[in-house]
């Protein structure tokens, strides 16, 4: 079965601090891992996804399959960042498994 | 259009009634999938579609629903006998590439309220 996890379900900082969205996951095969990012009053985006080993809008994300995490860092966030950030998990098949998502507040 | 388009984007519904909500994808995208998300939640996967076909129905919570997509384009979620546990925002999203790429794009969504 598939599982995607995110502890935190808010995640609150300061303009300018760094900030690590935490995503772990469950997952018997080879994993394609991905984040997925809401801001208000738009529509579910792709952010990045592993495979790519991209910095998008200074984010990324390594996929460490050891401790199967898929973290998400920025070294100093925006404002612009506040948004819901949802990891989502595929695999072998075609479904996306996605997590409950945290809510990231970056404050002034 | 450019984008998914989902309507309507606000149902609102009696306990036992029959609803359909539609999904638009965007042109040429073979793939097509139905999430629902419940408040709180993430998306929860429900139905893929590989132009006409479904090719896993297995998130479908019960006989109650069912989706169709004819002519592999448009599809039509259906939900006969609604209950109030359905009462949820339902995304289309569709994608141009093949299984396990992962890039979906996503509609608004349809939230239905189920009173």
């Known amino acids: 079965a598939q599982r995607v996890t995110q502890p935190e379900k808010l995640l609150s900082v300061f303009k300018g601090a760094p900030v690590e969205l935490k995503c772990n996951y469950s997952?018997?095969?080879?994993?394609?891992l991905f984040w997925y990012v809401q801001y208000s009053r738009q529509r579910l985006q792709l952010l990045l996804r592993?495979?790519s080993r991209e910095s998008i809008k200074g984010f990324t994300a390594d996929l460490n399959k050891g401790e199967t995490s898929f973290h998400l860092k920025k070294p100093f966030a925006q404002e612009e960042d506040s948004a819901m950030y949802y990891c989502?998990?595929?695999?072998?098949?075609?479904?996306?498994?996605f997590g409950k998502g945290t809510l990231l507040t970056v404050n002034p | 259009g450019a984008g998914v388009s989902q309507t309507p984007s606000n149902k609102v519904t009696e306990k036992g009634k029959y609803v359909e909500l539609r999904c638009d994808p965007i042109?040429?995208?073979?793939?097509l999938y139905w999430y629902r998300q419940s408040l709180g939640q993430g998306p929860e996967f429900l139905i893929y579609?590989?132009?006409?076909?479904?090719?896993?129905d297995s998130g479908l919570p019960n006989d109650r629903f069912f989706a169709v997509r004819p002519e592999g384009s448009v599809s039509t979620l259906k939900i006969q006998r609604t209950e109030r546990g359905d009462s949820a925002v339902y995304l289309c999203?569709?994608?141009?590439?093949?299984?396990?790429?992962?890039?979906?794009?996503f509609g608004e969504g349809s939230r239905l309220t189920v009173l």
């Open positions: 999203a569709s994608s141009s590439e093949g299984p396990n790429t992962g890039e979906l794009f």
């Open positions: 997952y018997s095969g080879s994993p394609e």
């Open positions: 592993h495979i």
């Open positions: 989502a998990l595929g695999g072998s098949n075609y479904k996306l498994t």
């Open positions: 042109s040429g995208h073979t793939a």
């Open positions: 579609f590989q132009g006409t076909g479904a090719a896993d």
